[in-house]
Antibody, heavy 119, light 108 residues
Framework: QVQLQESGPGLVKPSQTLSLTCTVS??????????WSWIRQPPGKGLEWIGY???????YYNPSLKSRVTISVDTSKNQFSLKLSSVTAADTAVYYC???????????WGQGTLVTVSS | EIVLTQSPATLSLSPGERATLSCGAS???????LAWYQQKPGLAPRLLIY???SRATGIPDRFSGSGSGTDFTLTISRLEPEDFAVYYC?????????FGGGTKVEIK
């Protein structure tokens, strides 16, 4: 059974960079069969896809966030990470990592982690 | 990017009733790469339907999906108490993935 777990600070100051890591267990990112994504959900609102990465390191980002987003992968640790720069209060959300991407649904999700942007 | 519009925003029904949820796309969804998710408060979304009409592992057969092109439907044949939740559609046929705004199915 594949499991994903997000980790990182729950509070980030405005203008700083939000950094989260997703640790995958029960399956290998290096298998090459899947994409690995980040998705977020502001409190009381809907879901927004942020971007995905392939084990090789190739990425695709949501055009609305592209200038601020970097997703990277560490296959040796079976982890992938999200960095979102220049955050504002509008970036306050529950951040999920999930398995899925182009031509693949999100079939496994992490439990989510709330990140609040506040001074 | 493909915009997905879900209707209605809220559906008020009683247990045992049939629920029909719609998802319209601003352009054709490639190869019917359309999924439906269920989300309950405080939990991550759960995959129900993929490729427009295939049930995910462990999903009861009262959930069914249909449609192609720009019009898709999720049907819950007989609502159980645990089905009251928010439902999202999502397309994964284009590089820029998108979700619909969600339909809340509430107890009448």
């Amino acid at each position: 059974q594949v499991q994903l777990q997000e980790s990182g600070p729950g509070l980030v100051k405005p203008s700083q960079t939000l950094s989260l890591t997703c640790t995958v267990s029960g399956g290998s990112i290096s298998s090459g069969d899947y994409y690995w994504s980040w998705i977020r959900q502001p409190p009381g609102k809907g879901l927004e896809w942020i971007g995905y990465i392939y084990y090789s390191g190739s990425t695709y980002y949501n055009p609305s966030l592209k200038s601020r987003v970097t997703i990277s992968v560490d296959t040796s640790k079976n982890q992938f990470s999200l960095k979102l720069s220049s955050v504002t209060a509008a970036d306050t959300a529950v951040y999920y990592c999930a398995r899925g991407g182009l031509q693949l649904p999100f079939d496994y999700w992490g439990q989510g982690t709330l990140v609040t942007v506040s001074s | 990017e493909i915009v997905l519009t879900q209707s209605p925003a809220t559906l008020s029904l009683s247990p045992g009733e049939r629920a029909t949820l719609s998802c319209g796309a601003s352009q054709s969804v490639s190869s019917s790469y359309l999924a439906w998710y269920q989300q309950k408060p405080g939990l991550a979304p759960r995959l129900l339907i993929y490729d427009a009409s295939s049930r995910a592992t462990g999903i009861p057969d009262r959930f069914s999906g249909s449609g192609s092109g720009t019009d898709f439907t999720l049907t819950i044949s007989r609502l159980e108490p645990e089905d009251f939740a928010v439902y999202y559609c999502q397309q994964y046929g284009s590089s820029s993935l998108t979700f619909g705004g969600g339909t809340k199915v509430e107890i009448k």
